[in-house]
C-alpha cells in the first residue's frame, strides 16, 4: 500500500538554528498538508499546498515557517529560527481530492527536539 | 467555531466491553467527520467516517453515531480487543474542498486483558 514517508524520524537542534523536514507524499497525490503535535496535545494543522503554492495556513504558520517541492517527489518544512517551543511531532499528509473521500494520509512524523 | 470538542480524555475498558468516545462541533459547514486512531510512534491513521446525511456507519467493530440535530457524533468499538488500544481522535473537515482536518483533543483508550 503507498504510503507517506517522512525523514529523519528524530531531528534534534539548537534554538535559533534551522532545520528542514522533508516528506515523500503519495506519488499521484496532488495536495500536501503539514500539522504538529506537540507531546500529549492534539494534531494541529500547519498548512495545505497545492499546485506549488500555499493554499491554507493556520495562525501557528508564521515568517519563520515556509513550504516547498522542491522537486516531483518531495515536499519540505523549512523553520528558519526554531524556539523551543517549536518542539513537537510534525507530521506530513498528502490527498487526491480526484479520489472519493479525498481522504489524508499521515506519515509517522519527525520529532523534533529543540534545544 | 472551528473546535471539535472530544471526551472522554482518556479511558479503561474490559477486553470484550463496547468502548464509547463522544464528540461535538459547531461550524455547520463541516460536512465530513473522520475518525482516525493513533499508535505510539506513528501517524494518525484513518479509520472510519461519515458524512452527515446518515446517521450511522458500521464498519465491522467499529460505528459512528451521527446526531446532526445536535452536531454530535460517537465512536463505538464493539468487543474491545487489547490491539485497540491507543488514541483516538475525533476531526472535522469541510468536505467540499480538500481543506485542513481540525481535530479533537483524542481520546486515549487502554483495553484491559
Known amino acids: 500500500e503507498p504510503e507517506v514517508t517522512q525523514t529523519p524520524s528524530h531531528q534534534v537542534t539548537q534554538m535559533g538554528q534551522e532545520v528542514i523536514l522533508r516528506c515523500v507524499p503519495i506519488s499521484n497525490h496532488l495536495y500536501f498538508y503539514w500539522y504538529r503535535q506537540i507531546l500529549g496535545q492534539k494534531v494541529e494543522f500547519l498548512v495545505s499546498?497545492?499546485?506549488?503554492?500555499?493554499?491554507?495556513k493556520s495562525e501557528i504558520f508564521d515568517d519563520q515557517f515556509s513550504v516547498e517541492r522542491p522537486d516531483g517527489s518531495n515536499f519540505t518544512l523549512k523553520i528558519r529560527s526554531t524556539k523551543l517551543e517549536d518542539s513537537a511531532m510534525y507530521f506530513c499528509?498528502?490527498?487526491?481530492?480526484?479520489?472519493?473521500?479525498?481522504?489524508?494520509?499521515f506519515g509517522a512524523g519527525t520529532r523534533l527536539s529543540v534545544l | 467555531q472551528q473546535q471539535v470538542k472530544q471526551s472522554p480524555q482518556s479511558l479503561i475498558v474490559q477486553k470484550g466491553g463496547i468502548s464509547i468516545i463522544n464528540c461535538a462541533y459547531e461550524n455547520t459547514a463541516f460536512d465530513y467527520f473522520p475518525w482516525y486512531q493513533q499508535f505510539p510512534g506513528k501517524g494518525p491513521a484513518l479509520l472510519i467516517a461519515?458524512?452527515?446525511?446518515?446517521s450511522e456507519k458500521k464498519e465491522g467493530r467499529f460505528t459512528i453515531s451521527f446526531n446532526k440535530s445536535a452536531k454530535q457524533f460517537s465512536l463505538h468499538i464493539m468487543d474491545s480487543q487489547p490491539g485497540d488500544s491507543a488514541t483516538y481522535f475525533c476531526?472535522?473537515?469541510?468536505?467540499?474542498?480538500?481543506?485542513?482536518?481540525?481535530f479533537g483533543s483524542g481520546t486515549r483508550l487502554s483495553i484491559r486483558p
Open positions: 461519515i458524512r452527515p446525511d446518515v
Open positions: 499528509a498528502s490527498s487526491d481530492p480526484q479520489l472519493a473521500k479525498n481522504i489524508q494520509y
Open positions: 476531526a472535522a473537515r469541510e468536505y467540499s474542498s480538500a481543506s485542513k482536518i481540525i
Open positions: 499546498f497545492y499546485n506549488n503554492e500555499i493554499s491554507e
